[in-house]
């Protein structure tokens, strides 16, 4: 099973991957951890993207590609994987479709899960997590104490930059104008499966499953 997760921030991609990855046995792939394990093993896209990093200049297509391509030539693809986070843009789905072309590939589906933007500004704008251990809680589904201090090792919760309103909207703009485009481009493709995002985790999951057994 090959598939790539598109969605704003905040939607529940990752709980989601997670769950398909575990019952199709497909490892969860992401451009921040590729980026990341190629520096450490300093590959050629490796050194590339680091030199990139420490300039403070965007990561151009053509090293994220070969970053996608190196990844998916390891072991544990052989029987798919799950694309989250890339592509990011149209010229990243067109770069992509010639690398799934090169190692004679094809994508099984697209899965695009939507929520009303003031649900996930609320649900991104609840968070708290512990500087300490790491925990999560939120205002609403995860309730955290009355002094704001974690339940675990009594640390005083923190929000994270990214979960700040100001944040949270800039955040969205990006996936808006970048991200969106990709949605009518798999869907003219036959390869976009949507899915409504506001629901409890396991009903997002059947409804994932049913639109991929069908």
């Given at each position: 099973m090959r598939l790539?997760?598109?969605g704003p921030p905040g939607v529940g991609k990752g709980t989601q991957a997670q769950l398909l990855c575990k019952k199709y046995g497909i490892p969860q792939i992401s451009t921040g951890a590729m980026y990341r394990q190629a520096i450490k093993n300093q590959t050629t896209p490796g050194k590339q993207a680091e030199a990139l990093m420490k300039q403070g200049k965007l990561m151009p297509d053509f090293i994220t590609?070969?970053?996608?391509k190196e990844r998916l030539q390891k072991s544990d693809c052989k029987n798919g994987y799950l694309l989250d986070g890339f592509p990011r843009t149209i010229p990243q789905a067109e770069g992509f479709d010639k690398l799934l072309q090169?190692?004679?590939q094809k994508l099984d589906a697209v899965i695009s899960i939507s929520v009303d933007e003031a649900v996930l500004i609320k649900r991104l704008s609840g968070r708290r997590s512990c500087p300490k251990c790491g925990a999560v809680y939120h205002a609403d589904i995860?309730?955290?104490?009355?002094?704001?201090?974690?339940?675990k090792c009594h640390e005083k919760l923190v929000q994270r930059e990214d979960d700040k309103h100001e944040t949270?909207?800039?955040r969205m703009d990006v996936y808006l104008t970048?991200?969106?485009?990709?949605l009518d481009y798999y869907k003219k493709?036959?390869?976009l499966y949507e899915v409504d995002g506001d629901q409890e985790i396991e009903k997002v999951f059947n409804s994932i499953l049913n639109l991929l057994e069908k």
């Open positions: 790539i997760f598109l590609l070969g970053l996608v090169e190692m004679h995860h309730p955290f104490s009355k002094k704001g201090l974690c339940d949270i909207k800039k970048q991200t969106v485009p990709l493709k036959k390869l």
